[in-house]
């Protein structure tokens, strides 16, 4: 028997009220491994048609959500932080080249924060890393990919910042 999106969104948030900074999130990050080799899970809520982004379940007392991303073909994002949240990336079909920044001069609204290089590497299908608070990243992907992702709060409500290699 496979994994339900109740039963994810009930051992994420076991995890992560037991223990709510960064030793919750690692918990978390070994759940979603798990589910990421459950096809069927992942066939049903991110299938070929689904979009871009839908969030799959909002935790309505931690605020936590489930995401299911879709992206077709190919695509580079800015470096960004998730502001004073944080992200788990579960890579479940397709590749994703993660590079991760070092803060040089912090942002603000009117002006961008430097950054430089300090490592990329790849997210393969059933891989899952979290990104805590501050953590610059930037995904890079050469074709098409699935994500299960888990956000500390809805980032859709969130600002971003903008960031630029120094």
């Not at 502001?83 to 912090?106: C, N, P, R």
């Amino acid at each position: 028997m496979g994994y339900t999106l109740e039963q994810l969104a009930a051992e994420c948030r076991q995890a992560l009220k037991a223990e709510p900074g960064p030793d919750g999130r690692r918990k978390v990050c070994a759940i979603v491994q798990k589910v990421l080799a459950d096809d069927a899970l992942i066939a049903e809520h991110v299938a070929d048609d689904a979009p871009e982004r839908k969030i799959l379940y909002e935790d309505p007392e931690l605020g936590f959500c489930i995401l299911g991303h879709n992206y077709r073909g190919a695509r580079q994002s800015q470096p960004h932080d998730h502001g004073h949240s944080w992200a788990i990336y579960g890579q479940a079909k397709g590749e994703t080249e993660m590079t991760d920044w070092e803060l040089v001069e912090g942002a603000t609204p009117d002006k961008p924060g430097k950054m430089r290089h300090r490592r990329t590497y790849s997210l393969k299908p059933g891989m899952a890393h979290a990104y805590h608070e501050g953590d610059l990243h930037s995904p890079r992907r050469t074709g098409s990919t699935k994500l299960i992702r888990i956000e500390g709060t809805n980032m859709d409500t969130v600002r971003r910042l903008a960031y630029e290699p120094v």
